[in-house]
């Protein structure tokens, strides 16, 4: 029998939109290898506040790809929803919001259970923060306050989409983001994972694999941060044992 490890289908995108390219244009391929032969997807708009245009966004361009779409914020039953569905797609927005209606409606836990036993999850920017363990490492405002911090858990590490590299052209005085990063590890024991645009996460068969255009910035505890290049295993990388 296969673990959970091993079971667990993910797709964590850094941002839905590339400049130069459409809605979720420079991931589609990747999106379409991934799903495979899934013909529905259940799409979570609620990092956004007008989710019926969110959800018409998603529809018509998972349309394009092949996939018809439910939006969860149209479900008379969510939990019913999220366990009868066939793959999910987290958007991206306001991670504070997001993460507060998972709590609202119940989500959290249905939606562990499901990937835990293989339904594939699909997460861009906010959707990709509430995969990791905790939100600590989103960038987003704090608009609203969700019961906790504790996100979904898919993968043992923090998420940092839209990372950017310091600028040193720049006039800005205030912290670069990896100065930001690295103060969260001085409070937090774990390891989180700088996803430049472009860039996304894909775990399957046990593998954690860096894939995209552009790499990311690993930061752990006491080190130095490591540069990863498209292409990379993470798996050597996001193991903490401090």
């Known amino acids: ?7 667990r289908r993910l797709l964590l995108i850094s941002n839905s939109t590339l400049y130069g390219d459409g809605y979720l244009d420079h991931v589609a391929d990747e999106i379409v290898d991934f799903l495979g032969r899934v013909k529905r997807i259940l799409f979570v708009p609620f990092a956004l506040s007008n989710r019926d245009a969110y959800a018409a966004q998603a529809r018509a361009r998972f349309a394009g790809m092949g996939f018809a ?53 699909i997460g861009s920017s906010a959707g990709s923060n509430v995969a990791a363990p905790t939100i600590r490492t989103t960038n987003d405002m704090p608009i609203v306050e969700p019961p906790s911090f504790a996100a979904l858990g898919l993968v043992n590490f923090q998420i940092n989409p839209h990372y950017l590299d310091p600028d040193p052209s720049s006039r800005h005085m205030g912290e670069t983001r990896e100065e930001r990063l690295l103060q969260f590890l001085e409070e937090n024991k774990t390891i989180v994972v700088g996803l430049r645009e472009g860039a996304l996460i894909r775990v ?23 540069e990863v290049l498209p292409g990379a295993e993470l798996n050597d990388y996001i193991q903490f044992t401090g």
């Open 1 to 7: 029998m296969e673990t959970e490890n091993q079971t």
């Open 69 to 121: 779409l439910d939006s969860l914020h149209e479900a008379t039953d969510k939990r019913r929803a999220v366990v009868t569905a066939e793959a999910i797609f987290i958007g991206g927005g306001n991670t504070f919001r997001l993460l507060k209606a998972l709590y609202d409606f119940d989500l959290l836990q249905p939606i562990r259970e499901r990937v835990a036993r293989g339904m594939p999850y």
């Open 204 to 226: 399957e068969h046990g593998r954690t694999l860096l894939k995209g255009s552009t790499g990311a910035r690993i930061f752990r505890p006491g080190q130095a941060p490591l």
